[in-house]
């Protein structure tokens, strides 16, 4: 992320953390407590991060999490709970705020079932549209079931934006990247 223009990233503090989004992309920055948490949808050479994962598993690219039998991960100062089907990842990552990274691909009853049980509500989703996979309306459901505060949809079209903000916008707060 660090080879745009600081133009094109969105930086959005809530208490400690700073989330770091690049327009037009669905690759997110965490940083708290002197740490940088990076999440890409692809390979990235460049790495000015303490630690990387991948929303999906990448050829020849090795990940901290692919294939791991854990399913959560205490990388200081980071806790990252780690949901994969198909060869993709959702991550929810605890700083002194919880940020839920949802990838539909992965299964989202897992995802959901896990967070509801484990938590009352959630500080962040970043959840990524793209209408191959999810459409406005069924992440709007996905919503609903974390209760997040804010939510950051990634997305391929603006107009899934739209759709997808006048859905949700009585249940949280949407931040367009």
Known sequence: MSQGSVDEVKRIKIRNTEILIKKGSFDIEIVYDGKKLCIFSGP????SCSIVLYSRDIPNVK????????????????KISVFESNKSFSYLM???IRILYFN???DTREVLSYVAKSYQRIDVLVILLD???ITPEFSSEILRGVRASVTIPLYVYVDDFYVFRDLINYYT???RP
């Open 44 to 47: 990235y050479v460049e790495s």
């Open 63 to 78: 990940s901290l999490v692919s294939g791991a039998d854990k399913k959560i991960f205490l990388l200081d100062p980071f």
């Open 94 to 96: 605890e700083t002194d």
């Open 104 to 106: 539909p691909s992965v």
């Open 131 to 133: 209408r191959d996979y």
């Open 173 to 175: 707060q949407v931040i």
